[in-house]
């Protein structure tokens, strides 16, 4: 069974920023191109990147940054009602933001580990697995 990750904003932004994780960030993706792993966003992370480079930078970089998000070899999630109220519950009960809370649920639910340098995820170590980048 390949592993199976789930990146959330801050692994993709730093990815589109050539930040110094990203590398770290296509490794995994080299690992989805080869069919060594599983890579999942949820839809909310992807709207995330959107508004953030649209608001640092321009519509223009927001929509070219979303048209190669879409030909990268990850599978995109929309949550359903479920996934919805488990994230709901998640925001209800921990200092997290609420698109990080369907990361967490993403992950809960594929079992896969949460790719990320976002410290809101700290406290949720050991319900979860976390690559650090």
Do not use: H
Not at 82 to 101: E, G, H, R, V
Not at 111 to 124: H, L, N, R, W, Y
Request: charged letters at 25%.
């Amino acid at each position: 069974m390949p592993a199976s990750f789930v990146l959330d904003s801050y692994a993709l932004i730093a990815f589109y920023r050539d930040e110094k994780s990203a590398s770290s960030v296509d490794e995994i993706l080299q690992l989805g191109r080869d069919s060594k792993a599983e890579i999942f966003v949820s839809e909310i992370s992807v709207g995330e990147v959107y508004y953030m480079i649209y608001k640092k930078n321009s519509q223009k970089m927001a929509d070219e940054v979303l048209a190669n998000l879409w030909a990268l070899p990850i599978k995109y999630v929309l949550p359903d009602r479920q996934s919805i109220l488990t994230a709901a519950k998640f925001k209800a009960s921990a200092p997290l933001s609420y698109a990080d809370c369907f990361v967490l649920e993403l992950a809960q639910k594929k079992d896969a580990t949460i790719v990320t340098s976002d410290p809101e995820f700290k406290q949720f170590e050991k319900e979860v697995k976390i690559k650090w980048i």
